[in-house]
């Protein structure tokens, strides 16, 4: 069975500071990985997706995520975390398909809360 | 370019009543599914519609259907609404044929209460 487990219910940084938000999956064959980012009252925002090639993936507003296949981990990462990025931020895996006509699902984990203090 | 929309933005319904929620994907977008969001969750796959055929289908009892139109909009309808359906119902679209079918990008949601 496919599934996401984000560890951390929360996580807190000062501005300014790096920010990782960890995300492990499980998935038969090769995973599609995406980070989605949802802030209060609004629907989900793409951040960046692995889907082949290199490990590290960079994405919208700073925003980059490490692949590491040994560890099926895909944490997102920013170097200078800011005030304006609190939000809820969740992981999603799909698997490889393409038939029927159907690209398949995404399953999400719970999210995880970012809160950045100035 | 205009990206998901969805309506009504807030729905209120009582137990028992039958709910229309209507999502337009994004421009060059062919593929239409819904999701459904509990407080405190992550979203939780309903099924997904292309070439106005449900394609796929999550753990979701027979009261919610679907319907994809030509124009690739689609409907999700929830017949006898129980109080554990009130949830924020998300859209999301994609292009089956093309690289960026990976993607599924979101609207912004339809908060529906049940009382």
């Known amino acids: 069975a496919q599934s996401v487990a984000q560890p951390e219910d929360q996580v807190n940084v000062a501005e300014g500071n790096p920010l990782t938000v960890k995300c492990t999956y499980s998935?038969?064959?090769?995973?599609?990985l995406f980070w989605y980012v949802q802030y209060p009252n609004r629907g989900l925002q793409f951040l960046l997706k692995?889907?082949?090639?290199?490990?590290l993936v960079k994405g919208s507003y700073g925003f980059e995520a490490e692949f590491n296949k040994s560890q099926t981990s895909f944490h997102l990462k920013k170097p200078s975390a800011l005030v304006s990025d609190s939000a809820l931020y969740f992981c999603?895996?799909?698997?490889?398909?393409?038939?029927?006509?159907?690209?398949?699902?995404?399953?999400f984990g719970k999210g995880t809360k970012l809160s950045v203090k100035p | 370019d205009a990206g998901v929309t969805q309506s009504p933005t807030h729905l209120i319904k009582t137990r028992g009543q039958q709910v229309t929620l209507r999502c337009s994907p994004k421009?060059?977008?062919?593929?239409v599914s819904w999701y459904q969001q509990a407080l405190g969750q992550g979203p939780q796959f309903i099924f997904q519609y292309y070439e106005e055929e449900e394609r796929q289908r999550g753990n979701f009892p027979d009261r919610f259907s679907g319907h994809q139109f030509p124009n690739y909009s689609s409907e999700l309808n929830v017949n006898a609404l129980l109080l554990g359906d009130s949830a924020l119902y998300l859209c999301?679209?994609?292009?089956?044929?093309?690289?960026?079918?990976?993607?599924?990008?979101f609207g912004p949601g339809t908060r529906l209460t049940v009382l």
């Open positions: 998935v038969s064959g090769n995973p599609y």
């Open positions: 421009s060059g977008h062919d593929t």
């Open positions: 999603a895996v799909r698997r490889l398909m393409n038939y029927g006509g159907s690209q398949g699902n995404l399953i």
């Open positions: 999301a679209s994609s292009a089956m044929g093309t690289g960026e079918r990976n993607t599924q990008y």
């Open positions: 692995y889907i082949t090639g290199d490990n």
